[in-house]
């Protein structure tokens, strides 16, 4: 794909002033206050005049249905601090309570929030910008109906719904040092959008984000998770990011891409527990813009919030393409930056414990997981049929048996774990030699997917062995056609 | 230094007892204890052998079930995934017959393709299982640093094998229920979870969406202006805002001079006025400047920060130390006039004031109890466990003299048990005390850290290989000896169980005990030998015996037995009954000594006193104060108060050395330090440089106090004991205390104290043939001299090798002793062994 260089873009930014005065209660880590440091600083760095500045409208129930259940949405909308004792059961339910506490003004700032997302989607798909930033979005654990840390609706879900409107694949990464599981599960089955998310695994909150989570039914091998240990620096970051991310465009081929920024990645983060520098996590910011896709940028965790200001202010610069001194201008929140006002911080002594043999054998593993998408290397890039199975049979009538078959239709006799019709009729007499025709499944993988697989399994033991034995011969694409559309 | 220096999140070592493996830790947090000590609160990570033996099983099974697909391990998963199982179920699932099939195919952890037999045994010792529980540990317990990661499937475990000290984990073990859990959230599959997914418009389809709707514009870039005129503007703009000032009563008041009131104009709120008012004018200067100063007058534009009076400052600040920072309570009790919203910003803009600074350097002093790193410096002491002797195993003279036992014993301990080497620096008595297993110094190494043995060859495991008959390769006995198989401790039966309930049924059936279930680990066995009326006849009559005070002397040079019960029953053949009984009595009757009375009078005739009729005054007490006292008192009793109690002088703990440190220098600002040496005692200890954090007992003592050292009798005494007992003293004769060799060399230097945490060790030198022959060239009164002063090499003249060999029983100890120092704070300043000394006596 073709890469651009680090260009003039035009960006709008969306950012309303009553942001910074949402408070999540005493002890809690999250400041939506940090939007507004960031702000300030765009302001007296002089960005802020090369931006189209937007406030956004404050997204209605409606709109956050979309993805949100209704009732939900309406808990959402009616608690309050003063009368939370009223909802016991329900904040039980959605998960409002401890890490999603009720504050005042939870759904001002849930709407606030959301609605900067979507109108910067809106923005995007009138081609009326190629860059939008909100900072004041990224809430990506937030779930369909149920709240998750510190997220109550999630923005970056009702975003790339709306690109979807206009673009036939999202791509979504996410480098919060948390899994974004909340997008992730949000578009686990479909393979329109594509969740990369690199985050540190392993008794680290949320406790999903596994390597072999790759998405299940039509979205098996559209979610791709980078597992990562303590201590990511630049460096690091970059060798796995880079490769990652431009394989992922290589082969999904998205039209548009949404970045969460979360800037708990940094190093120092109060819970974070990566190595990153500012310049590092913008990095990912730059490398992204040089594919020149409409790309929207969110914001997400942060929690040392001088840094979270420093990080976002940096990368807004690198949006717009311009460089700005490391020397801090003055303005309101000066003091938070000492002792050395600078912009750009120096990562911490802590070890790194993700070596490069280990990040080497993660990225195998994903390239290996990649190579199972329909756009393979070397081959003409073609659109996604919108429905596999309906135009099929078309589609194979048309193609010359004896030629090598095109990687399409290969990838089409590839089932899904999740799209196998093993209905009764299987196991009934003549049709179950039909059987052997079907091209096996892929089974490099271990792990079952969690979709209806289950069924198959337990109904097919016998055959499990010969679906082993099946594995070596994956790899040749079989001429026959499956009699069985 | 780095080594030594441990952060909160740090992977440790934590020794709990000498004899087993570390404990594998995390750091959550480090306290300093108001005695100065500092507090480790640590997670805990179990090792293999720590879990009941079924969660043992099911983890294997559970691991096999992530690398297939079977539905077998479907089952397992969902037993294993999604709730946690506790022993009792996992016993149960364990003995289910799907999953005892498994137990046929492959066990292995993932990634264990193409590994060896002895690499899959270790690799067993790598795993952890990770805990929620949290425990508090001393920091001075920590041994060394280790990583803890979660495994990755891609990864090989030779990786870890290859990196010491390095552990993977992959489930959670619950050490209270005694479940285990993996690790794992899960992405949930259905409609309930996943988004519908919005179509893509055709072709001519309107998106309803209206950007005008969404957003307003509030600044666009295309504005026609440059940077400098933008400048121009924000410039007036403030100055607008300063006259405003000037002109507004309550911004006068406060701010009282011009500077303030500019600086005030020139706060963010204003230039975003500014920007917001261009933008309004279509980005003409002229209206924008119009609408600055409208016919009401200048605008002027307050932030919190400016909008709060002095008052309500100080009441937030007041509220702020009552409440927190619960901003809705603060509101309802303080500040009800005010909103959330203005707080809230208030406050943010308050954290940059100076007040809030001050307040944060109170804070601060009162948070240095809490540590971000924690200096431990190596751990030298020596393992009860070591092996003092170079040429034998400790305990093997005892079971031989009481001739009970054969030679293969011996042949048997002198291997190390777990790699078979008879060479070795170092030797540690390990395992059940009765069977006298021992290891080499790098196998010791590997058990304390990896809680194993590196290969799977002991603890009978030939008789568990051969019971599983062909099968049983090397694969099994890797697997049974990482089960930790519960084994009997009765002696001479060892048996192996699986279960542990299968140990305790064995134990109550064949040996009527219901206790020793558990392998119990004796530190040392207690006997005695009893002569029977044989054994002492055989004393006198067989010529091998002969030679008591050698056998007494080497108790582990063997007895030939047949040889001795052979002379002896030719020397009884020819004997009778009573002649029999004869020889025995004559072996075991007590001297008639008379009573004490007379044995007095004979001691005060050989005294040349006349035997005095009545009273024998030189048997009456000295009185106490005719008694010869002392040139110099060793523990000197402390003075008494005047209610009789003794005054103790006071121990200063570190927190009050260092708060009267901080009394007596004035008070300096405090400085944000760099993330390494926050309050750390590492601070402390380049101050003193001296190591930091020991116990208070071996605390640095600038001014030895002179009572703790010996006196110079006590000292001969102990020097003397030394010698008559064939040992080299007691190697804490030596240490200083706070860690600083003593110079052996002389008495004048440092003064000695003995540590009287450490009780003597029970040692012995074991004198070789020179050894031997340099002694016997020595006269009598060289040898006492030696005795008493054994630090200083003898002059015994013509023996050349007597310096080096014996008279240096200090000496030759001399390089050990300094390597026992409890906390060297520097490099041991150990000299090279001296030529000729074949293995030093000490090795740690």
């Known amino acids: 794909m073709a890469m651009q260089p680090h260009s003039k873009k035009r960006v709008c930014y969306y950012y309303d002033s009553d942001i910074g005065n949402y408070y999540y209660g005493q002890g809690h880590p999250m400041k939506p206050h940090r939007i507004r440091m960031t702000h300030n600083l765009l302001l007296n760095y002089g960005l802020y005049r090369k931006m189209e500045i937007y406030r956004p409208h404050k997204a209605t129930a409606d709109e956050m249905t979309k993805f949100h259940s209704d009732d939900y949405i309406r808990f959402l909308r009616s608690i309050r601090p003063d009368n939370m004792s009223e909802y016991n059961k329900q904040m039980q339910r959605f998960n409002v309570g401890e890490d999603c506490p009720v504050f005042d003004g939870l759904y001002e700032f849930c709407q606030l929030s959301a609605g900067g997302s979507v109108a910067a989607a809106v923005k995007l798909n009138k081609q009326a910008s190629e860059i939008c930033i909100n900072w004041g979005g990224g809430l990506h654990h937030a779930k369909k109906s149920e709240a998750s840390g510190f997220c109550y609706v999630n923005d970056i879900v009702l975003g790339i719904l709306e690109l979807l409107k206009y673009h036939q694949r999202v791509l979504y990464i996410d480098i919060d040092v948390h899994h974004g599981d909340g997008v992730e599960e949000a578009f686990y089955t479909t393979d329109r959008v594509m969740t990369v998310s690199f985050h540190k695994y392993g008794e680290y909150f949320p406790g999903t984000g596994d390597l072999r989570d790759i998405g299940a039914g039509k979205g098996k091998y559209y979610a791709v998770n980078i597992p990562l240990r303590d201590g990511m620096d630049d460096e690091s970051y970059e060798s796995i990011f880079v490769p990652i991310i431009s394989k992922v465009m290589e082969t999904f081929q998205p039209s548009a891409v949404v970045l969460q920024c979360g800037a708990d990645s940094l190093t120092g983060d109060r819970l974070g527990c990566f190595n990153l520098t500012v310049r590092g996590h913008g990095r990912c910011v730059e490398l992204v813009k040089r594919f020149g896709l409409p790309f929207l940028l969110v914001g997400g965790g942060g929690y040392t919030i001088r840094n979270v200001s420093r990080c976002w202010t940096y990368e807004t610069s690198v949006a717009l393409g311009v460089e700005i001194a490391n020397e801090l201008p003055y303005n309101d929140y000066f003091e938070y930056f000492g002792p050395d006002f600078k912009l750009h911080i120096s990562p911490s002594n802590m070890s790194n414990q993700n070596t490069p043999e280990y990040l080497e054998k993660i990225k195998n593993r994903l390239f290996e997981n990649l190579r199972m998408l329909p756009h393979a290397p070397g081959v003409q890039v073609q659109a996604i049929p919108e429905d596999a199975v309906n135009d099929e049979s078309e589609d194979e009538d048309k193609v010359d048996k004896d030629e090598r078959l095109p990687q399409s239709e290969k990838d089409k006799r590839i089932t899904g774990d999740g799209e196998l019709s093993d209905s009764e009729d299987e196991g009934e007499g003549g049709r179950r030699d039909n059987r052997s025709y079907r091209t096996p499944q892929p089974r490099k993988r271990p792990r079952l997917d969690k979709d209806g697989s289950t069924i198959k399994d337990e109904i097919k033991t016998e055959d499990s062995k010969d679906d082993v034995k099946n594995i070596s011969s994956v790899e040749e694409p079989k001429k026959e056609l499956p009699p069985n559309p | ?844």
């Not at chain 2, 017959?97 to 899959?120: F, H, N, V, Y």
């Not at chain 2, 308050?350 to 109170?362: H, P």
């Open chain 2, 1 to 844: 230094m780095a080594a030594n220096m441990y952060r909160v999140g740090d992977c440790v070592y934590f020794e709990t007892s000498s004899t087993s493996p570390y404990q594998i830790r995390r750091i959550e947090e480090l306290n300093k204890t108001p005695s100065g000590n500092v507090e480790a609160k640590v997670m805990c990570f179990y090792r293999r052998r720590d879990l009941p033996n079924p969660l043992i099983q099911l983890a294997d099974k559970h691991q096999m079930a992530q690398s297939e697909d079977s539905p077998i391990a479907m089952k397992l998963k969902k037993i294993c995934l999604k709730t946690p199982v506790g022993e009792e179920q996992a016993a149960q699932a364990v003995l289910d017959p799907a999953l005892a099939a498994m137990e046929e195919e492959s066990s292995e952890l993932p990634g264990t393709d193409g590994l060896a037999p002895k690499q899959r045994h270790q690799a067993k010792h790598r795993e952890l299982f990770l805990s929620r529980h949290v425990e508090t540990l001393p920091a001075t317990h920590i041994r060394g640093k280790c990583t803890v990661t979660l495994l990755n499937e891609t990864e090989s475990l030779l990786s870890y094998l290859n990196k010491d000290d390095a552990f993977f984990y992959c489930l959670v073990f619950d050490p209270s229920q005694k479940t285990l859990l993996a690790d794992k959230g899960e992405i949930r599959v259905g409609s309930r979870y996943q988004t519908e997914v919005t179509n893509l418009l055709k072709d001519g389809e309107e998106d309803v969406r209206n950007s005008e709707e969404l957003e307003t514009l509030v600044w666009t870039p295309e504005h026609g202006l440059t940077d400098r005129q933008i400048d121009q503007f924000l410039v007036v703009s403030r100055s607008v805002g300063t006259f405003a000032r000037a002109l507004d009563c309550s911004s006068s008041v406060k701010q009282p001079s011009l500077h303030m009131s500019a600086a005030a104009a020139s706060r963010d709120i204003t230039l975003f006025h500014a920007m917001d008012t261009l933008h309004k004018s279509g980005y003409s200067i002229e209206s924008a400047l119009s609408s600055l100063v409208p016919a009401s007058g200048p605008v002027l534009c307050r932030d919190e920060m400016e909008e709060w009076s002095a008052s309500e400052a100080n009441l937030f600040e007041e509220a702020l130390d009552k409440y927190g920072k619960d901003f809705a309570d603060i509101r309802q009790d303080f500040l009800p006039w005010k909103t959330l919203k203005n707080l809230v910003e208030y406050y943010y803009m308050w954290k940059t004031t100076d007040r809030y600074v001050q307040q944060k350097r109170v804070k601060a002093v009162e948070a240095e109890s809490k540590l971000k790193q924690v200096y431990i410096p190596n751990y030298n002491k020596p393992n009860p466990a070591l092996i003092t002797s170079n040429s034998s195993s400790g305990k093997a003279p005892a079971v031989l003299n009481g001739g009970t036992n054969g030679t293969a014993t011996v042949t048997a301990a002198q291997l190390c048990a777990s790699c078979q080497v008879t060479n070795s620096n170092q030797w540690y008595t390990w395992g059940p005390q009765h069977l006298q297993y021992r290891l080499c110094g790098s196998c010791w190494q590997y058990w304390k850290k990896y809680g194993g043995l590196k290969t799977a060859g002991v603890f009978g495991e030939t008789e568990v290989e051969a019971a599983k008959g062909p099968r049983g390769e090397g694969e099994d006995t890797a697997l049974s000896v990482s089960h930790r198989p519960h084994r009997c401790t009765v002696l001479n039966c060892a048996k192996e169980f699986k279960l542990r309930a299968h140990l305790a049924r064995h134990v109550a059936t064949a040996h009527g005990s219901g206790e020793g279930a558990r392998p119990v680990m004796k530190t040392r066995a207690a006997f005695y030998l009893r002569a029977s009326p044989f054994t002492r006849l055989a004393r006198r009559l067989t010529r091998a015996l002969r030679r008591p005070r050698h056998y007494a002397r080497s108790p582990f040079s063997p007895i030939n037995l047949t040889q001795v019960k052979h002379e002896c029953s030719a020397a009884m053949a020819g004997l009778g009954a009573a002649e029999l009984r004869a020889a025995g009595a004559a072996a075991g009757a007590a001297r008639v000594r008379g009573p004490v009375g007379a044995v007095a009078a004979r001691l005060a005739a050989a005294r040349g006193t006349p035997p005095a009729t009545g009273r024998h005054d030189w048997l009456t007490l000295t009185p106490r104060d005719a008694m010869p006292h002392p040139p110099h008192v060793a523990f000197p009793k402390p003075p008494k108060a005047p209610d009789g109690s003794l005054m103790y002088e006071r121990v200063l703990s570190r927190a009050e050395i260092e708060a009267r440190r901080a009394e007596a220098a004035p008070a300096q600002p405090l400085k944000r330090r760099a993330y390494d040496d926050i309050n750390g005692l590492d601070r402390g200890a380049r101050e003193g440089g001296e190591c930091a954090a020991p116990p208070p007992a071996k605390r640095p003592n600038k001014h030895p106090a002179p009572m703790q050292r010996p006196s110079r009798e006590q000292y001969a005494a102990m020097c003397a004991r030394a010698q008559a007992t064939g040992q080299p003293l007691p190697a804490h004769v030596f240490t200083h205390v706070n860690g600083k060799p003593t110079n052996i060399s002389g008495r004048g230097g440092r003064r000695h104290v003995i540590s009287w945490m450490d009780a003597p060790d029970d040692l012995y030198f074991r004198a070789n043939e020179t050894a031997k022959v340099a002694r016997r060239s020595l006269s009598c009164g060289e040898l006492r001299r030696g005795a008493r002063a054994p630090w200083r090499a003898l002059r015994g003249g013509a023996a050349a090798p007597a310096p080096l060999h014996h008279g240096g029983a200090a000496r030759l100890s001399a390089p050990a002793v300094y390597s026992r120092c409890t906390y060297p704070a520097r490099p041991s300043p150990s000299p090279p062994p001296p030529p000729g000394t074949e293995r030093r006596l000490y090795f740690w």
